[in-house]
Nanobody, 121 residues
């Protein structure tokens, strides 16, 4: 049974930082592309960052230089370090997994339940 469980969301002030974690099980984590997506109210789900099996990373333009995706294959966990958070980063953040590199939600077979990130003063 595949499981992706996110944690680390919460309320943070503008300019602050959060680190999201996603613990995975039930599939071959080390051979998978992992991703973080986000969805704000009334908006479509959008890609935040991906990390491929060879550790190649891609980022949305809106988060480049502020967010860092990383993976720990020994722990079957993917992380998203978010710095210099802005109000526009407020959304539900989802981790996802795929067996091939992808940048759209339809390319991912497995999803977590999501964790809320709210950036507000």
């Amino acid at each position: 049974q595949v499981q992706l469980v996110e944690s680390g969301g919460g309320l943070v002030q503008p300019g602050g930082s959060l680190r999201l974690s996603c613990a995975a099980s039930g599939f071959t984590f080390s051979k998978s592309t992992l991703a973080w997506f986000r969805q704000a109210p009334g908006k479509e789900r959008e890609l935040v960052a991906t990390v491929e099996r060879g550790d190649r990373r891609k980022y949305a333009d809106s988060v480049k230089g502020r967010f860092t995706i990383s993976r720990d294959n020994a722990k079957n966990t993917v992380y998203l370090q978010m710095n210099s958070l802005q109000r526009e980063d407020t959304a539900v953040y989802y981790c996802a997994a795929a067996y091939s590199p992808a940048v759209v939600p339809g390319g991912y077979s497995y999803w977590g339940q999501g964790t809320q990130v709210t950036v507000s003063s």
